[in-house]
């Protein structure tokens, strides 16, 4: 398997992928880890995450090369990452024990009755390319804590960050076979898939997710997917510092390329403001640097996956072939790299690709609405159900209109954002279940009810 720099279309490094039986080799290794595993203590397991998350620091600058060398993200996002994804351990470790511990619900000499929380065994993560610390730590850390061993997959274009993770993992006392890393792309995926594991937790596109659900079924285990977005974002017509939101909005859209499942896909704004949001938008995207991820004050890096540049085109096509205008880029960077020009497009409607289809890169469809009515229902129209934003002076109206959009997480004057105490879930072909906060911690385990009378 070839690691690409996806900047520079030069081969990094050349490495042997996991064939069938190394797969199932490491998957045997993690039934005996996992025993020792559970063995050690919540408080110890505690501690041995709480060095991990420093070993992170440690080694930050080098951890954030290596992503950026081979995902294309800019370095200081790179690092924002690593950062990120510290922050959400510390939570988890904060709460573990209020979690994870059993819950008394009768303690009396007559009857005692409590809940105990297990780990579910050995569990499969298949996971995704464009933040692999995050969605990687959302899943291996409270499964880890929870005394599961875990089979870590990551995605094909993130396989050097995987590695560096599991160096520190075992570095920081992790059991060598409670984690394992699977190497390899779709095929070594698929192998996992028809192995027995007691959970399978996936991060990735709807289309691989559903095939997942559906190839898992019969073994009748907990099956998590954490899938894509086409995630709305409403302007209304009382908000005073329209410079202010248009940025915030265009970084919800265009941080790291706009290859995040939260990332702001289109907008939709108030009649009342909408030329002055739309002139103040275009001016603060044409004021960010494009550029190689590793130049210093560079916003918009490399694509990771060459295949985008296609579907990007793809949308510019069908919008203008419908009458959109295209305000900003369009097009492909001529380069060995895979860079795509920060692209605007007006004048679209809610049945163009690019107002349907997850982009997944640095492009974004602005409507003008008349009504808050007429953007819940545009907001509502789409396949997905992650996140959803509105920007307004007033709360109220902002909730009042969140309430009646369907989707996992609602923002108010915010977007692009996940926190580490709040549910991680997505409805519809967003997905099923939830990481982060007390549910994400307790996915990864079984619960047992006692009752016992003495
Ligand atoms: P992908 O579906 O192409 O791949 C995800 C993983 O599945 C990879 O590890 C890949 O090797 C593996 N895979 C591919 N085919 C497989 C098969 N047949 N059987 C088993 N495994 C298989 O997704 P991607 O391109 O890596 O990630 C981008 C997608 O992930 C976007 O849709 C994005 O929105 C989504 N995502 C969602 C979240 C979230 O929290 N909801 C977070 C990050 C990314």
Redesign the pocket.
């Known amino acids: 398997m070839k690691i690409i720099n996806p900047a520079t279309g030069a081969t990094i490094k050349t490495i042997r992928d996991d064939m069938d039986t190394k797969l199932i080799d490491k998957y045997m290794f993690l039934r005996v880890g996992q025993e020792y595993w559970v063995k050690v203590s919540l408080a110890d397991r505690i501690k041995i995450i709480e060095k991990f998350s420093v070993l992170l620091e440690k080694n930050i600058e080098k951890l954030a090369a290596i992503l950026t060398s081979e995902t294309g993200k800019p370095l200081q996002q790179s690092r924002n990452e690593i950062n990120g994804a510290r922050t959400r351990i510390q939570w988890m470790l904060e709460n573990a024990e209020k979690y994870l511990a059993d819950e008394w619900v009768t303690n009396t000499d007559a009857l005692k009755e409590k809940i105990s929380y297990e780990p579910l065994g050995v569990i499969c993560n298949?996971?995704?390319?464009?933040?692999p610390y995050?969605?990687g730590v959302?899943v291996f850390i409270p499964a880890l804590l929870a005394g599961n061993a875990v089979l870590y997959?990551?995605?094909?274009?993130a396989t050097l960050t995987a590695i560096e993770i599991d160096n520190l993992l075992k570095k920081a006392g992790v059991e060598e076979n409670a984690f394992k890393v699977g190497i390899?792309?779709?095929y070594?995926?698929?192998h996992?898939?028809g192995l027995r594991f007691d959970g399978f937790f996936?991060?990735?596109?709807?289309?691989?997710?559903k095939?997942?659900y559906e190839?898992v079924a019969k073994k009748m285990v907990p099956c998590q997917l954490?899938?894509?977005?086409k995630d709305p974002l409403y302007v209304a017509d009382d908000i005073t510092d329209i410079a202010a939101v248009a940025e915030a909005t265009a970084d919800g859209a265009f941080y790291n390329n706009g290859?995040?499942?939260?990332a702001v896909e289109r907008i939709y704004v108030h009649e009342n403001v909408y030329d002055e949001y739309v002139a103040a938008f275009v001016k603060a995207v044409r004021s960010w640097k494009l550029g190689l991820p590793t130049d210093e004050g560079v916003y918009f890096g490399a694509l990771t996956?060459y295949e985008q540049l296609e579907v990007l085109e793809e949308q510019v096509k069908d919008a203008k072939a419908n009458g959109a205008t295209v305000l900003l880029g369009g097009k492909r960077i001529v380069h060995d790299g895979n860079f795509f020009e920060p692209t605007i497009i007006v004048d679209v409607n809610n049945k163009m690709k690019v107002m349907q289809e997850?982009s997944?890169g640095p492009i974004i469809g602005i409507m003008k609405v008349k009504t808050d009515k007429e953007a819940i229902q545009f907001m509502n129209d789409t396949d997905y159900g992650?996140t959803a934003s509105v920007y307004s002076s007033s709360q109220e109206r902002a909730e009042t209109i969140l309430s009646q959009v369907n989707s996992g997480t609602g923002y108010w004057n915010c977007c692009d954002r996940?926190t580490a105490g709040l549910p991680?879930a997505?409805r519809k072909h967003?997905?099923i279940g939830a990481?982060l906060s007390h549910q994400g911690l307790r996915a990864f385990t079984k619960t047992k009810s006692w009752q016992m009378k003495g």
């Open positions: 298949i996971s995704a390319w464009n933040y995050l969605v959302n997959k990551p995605s094909e274009y390899g792309g779709k070594a995926g698929e996992l898939l996936f991060t990735g596109s709807y289309k691989t997710g095939y997942i190839k954490e899938l894509g977005g290859q995040s499942c939260c996956r997850e997944f992650l996940v991680w997505g967003s997905g990481t």
